[in-house]
């Protein structure tokens, strides 16, 4: 059984989620979440998959890169080659083909951006949750998380901290959202 895709994106109140190639803001807990929702897995003989832009993939710091104890996996058109830093695919069916053949030591598939692979994620019929931070500020952005169509309700995790979060004077929230 193939898994479901994950959504995972932080959003400010205009739903801004990057300016000029990087994210809007620093906030060291919000990164610390990222990297424990798309690091962690149930069984240890198991990891996750983080798909993403080539855009995405350019943003994370070359000494973050490729994201540590994570298969990552970058969409492009083009006939790229990242070594064993990365697999290459052409698109989201297509990184579903290679999935499947790596089946037995793929927990989740977490989507880490950019706009267009959230919109084609979003749509897909594997999509199974969008896990949101809204950022409850403005930030000059040129780059914006896609519409959240009307069947999408929020939901309860209980691995998501609850209730309002700060950091640097700035409030967030963590969300869930699935397909009603
Ligand atoms: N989702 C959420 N909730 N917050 C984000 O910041 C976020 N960012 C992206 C996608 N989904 C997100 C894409 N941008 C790194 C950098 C940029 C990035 C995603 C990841 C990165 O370098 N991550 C490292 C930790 C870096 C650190 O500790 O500062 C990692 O190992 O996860």
């Known amino acids: 059984m193939l898994p479901k895709l994950e959504l995972i994106a932080a959003a400010c109140e205009n739903m801004g989620i990057g300016v000029n190639g990087d994210l809007p803001w620093r906030l060291k807990t919000e990164m ?9 897995t149930k069984y240890k003989n198991k990891r996750n998959v983080v798909l993403m832009g080539r855009r995405t993939w350019e ?7 490729p994201l540590k104890d994570r298969i990552n996996m970058v969409l492009t058109s083009q006939s790229l080659d990242y070594g064993d830093d990365a697999i290459t695919c ?3 069916p297509h ?18 951006g950019g706009s267009s692979v959230y919109k084609s994620a979003m749509e ?4 199974g949750r969008l896990y949101l931070t809204r950022i409850k500020k403005k930030f000059e952005c040129d780059t914006f998380f896609p519409s959240i169509s009307n069947d999408l309700v929020l939901i309860e995790d209980p691995m998501i ?3 309002i979060q700060e950091e ?13």
């Open 59 to 65: 943003c994370i710091p070359e000494k973050y890169r």
């Open 161 to 163: 901290p609850q209730g």
């Open 90 to 92: 052409k698109s989201i």
């Open 32 to 40: 610390a979440y990222f990297t424990r929702m798309t690091t962690n």
């Open 124 to 127: 897909s019929p594997h999509f």
């Open 95 to 112: 990184a579903f083909d290679v999935i499947s053949g790596m089946q037995n030591q793929v927990e989740r598939v977490w989507v880490i």
């Open 168 to 180: 640097k004077g700035i409030e967030f929230v963590y969300e869930v959202y699935e397909r009603r």
